[in-house]
């Protein structure tokens, strides 16, 4: 399913090289056939930090019923530094991807796509690594301005930065944050925020999200 398409860095230099090696190969259009099944991935982290703990979630779709889970463990190899999230979580993801049957036909991560300073946030490594179409939900803005978002479902903004649009400050429930979604890989900004807010019927997060997170700070895998 992965491609080994680099050494995993230890520097921070050795990381931005591989970003802006690979971001060309990112694809911002609709390249995802039916979804069956949605996915979501999340990290925890065990020992201090030292642990890295990966779950990914596989849902139905449009149902949203948990169908498989896994989880996978290894040591951190990378520090905590905003915009080099891949580099520290994605090792342990593809670890618990290779565990799964259910293939997702659709990935949301936990963190940034093209929303990110060099145009490759954790969503796009992990979709060029898996050839697999994801989409960018983080929770936290990392770079870019956008006008206020109206207080309604469904309301959203776009997000610019360096006078292009690199996602959408989307709101997912009303009197909650909004979330700051953007393409991963394989992925238009309008199909992105559809599939959001179908996964997202009742909270914040959607469920991809918030199954895998309890997932990934649980000591047990979820059947």
């Not at 020992?47 to 149902?63: E, K, Q, Y």
Request: glycine letters at 6%; a neutral charge.
């Amino acid at each position: 399913m992965q491609s080994q398409r680099h050494a995993w860095p230890l520097t921070v230099e050795e990381a931005i090289a591989i970003q802006e090696q690979l971001r060309d190969e990112i694809i911002t259009s609709d390249q995802l056939g039916t979804v069956q099944y949605v996915a979501g991935v999340d990290m925890g982290f065990e020992a201090a930090g030292t642990i890295s703990r990966a779950a990914v979630a596989v849902l139905s779709f449009p149902d949203l019923q948990l169908q498989e889970s896994a989880i996978a463990r290894r040591p951190t190899s990378f520090p905590y530094i905003p915009g080099f999230l891949s580099f520290r979580e994605i090792p342990a993801v593809l670890d618990a991807l290779e565990k799964i049957n259910t293939m997702p036909d659709l990935i949301l991560c936990d963190g940034q796509g093209i929303a990110h300073p060099r145009r490759f946030g954790i969503a796009c490594h992990l979709g060029l690594l898996v050839n697999m179409p994801t989409i960018g939900v983080a929770k936290s803005l990392l770079v870019g301005k956008h006008e206020s978002v109206l207080e309604e479902k469904g309301s959203w903004q776009p997000l610019r930065h360096r006078n292009e649009t690199i996602g959408a400050v989307l709101r997912t429930r009303r009197g909650t944050k909004p979330l700051y979604i953007s393409s991963g890989h394989r992925v238009s900004l309008p199909t992105a925020i559809e599939y959001v807010l179908r996964c997202t019927p009742k909270y914040r997060l959607p469920e991809t999200t918030r199954i895998a997170d309890k997932l990934a700070s649980s000591k047990e895998a979820i059947s």
